[in-house]
Nanobody, 120 residues
Framework: VYLEESGGGLVQAGESLRLSCVAS????????MGWYRQAPGKQRELVAI???????SYANSVKGRFTISRDNPRSSAYLQMDRLRPEDTADYYC???????????????WGQGTLVTVSS
């Protein structure tokens, strides 16, 4: 299973972006899907995660501004980012728990990342 992100770019503070993540390859089942980000010189941090049933969770720093969603038939997840701030500047990585029949369990899968830059 491979995850491919898209939708990053350069925006001004207060504007919006929508990130997309699509799982490809042989997808048996996806459990949690989510978004992490890593700013220069900082550790990777959780932004938002959504369960297979559609229950979302958010980092405090993005609550009320970001919305995560998913489309299970399309093996996709999305992150709508509104009222962006310069501190949201980071590489954003898609994450998923993908069922691996070889191990009869879920394993972590990561995308390559998409850069979001917010200018002040």
């Amino acid at each position: 299973v491979y995850l491919e992100e898209s939708g990053g770019g350069l925006v001004q503070a207060g504007e919006s972006l929508r990130l997309s993540c699509v799982a490809s390859g042989t997808v048996y089942s996806l459990n949690d899907m989510g978004w992490y980000r890593q700013a220069p010189g900082k550790q990777r941090e959780l932004v938002a995660i959504i369960t297979n049933a559609g229950r979302p969770s958010y980092a405090n720093s993005v609550k009320g501004r970001f919305t995560i969603s998913r489309d299970n038939p399309r093996s996709s997840a999305y992150l709508q980012m509104d009222r962006l701030r310069p501190e949201d500047t980071a590489d954003y990585y898609c994450y998923a728990e993908s069922f691996d029949p070889q191990y009869a369990n879920y394993r972590e899968v990561w995308g390559q990342g998409t850069l979001v830059t917010v200018s002040s």
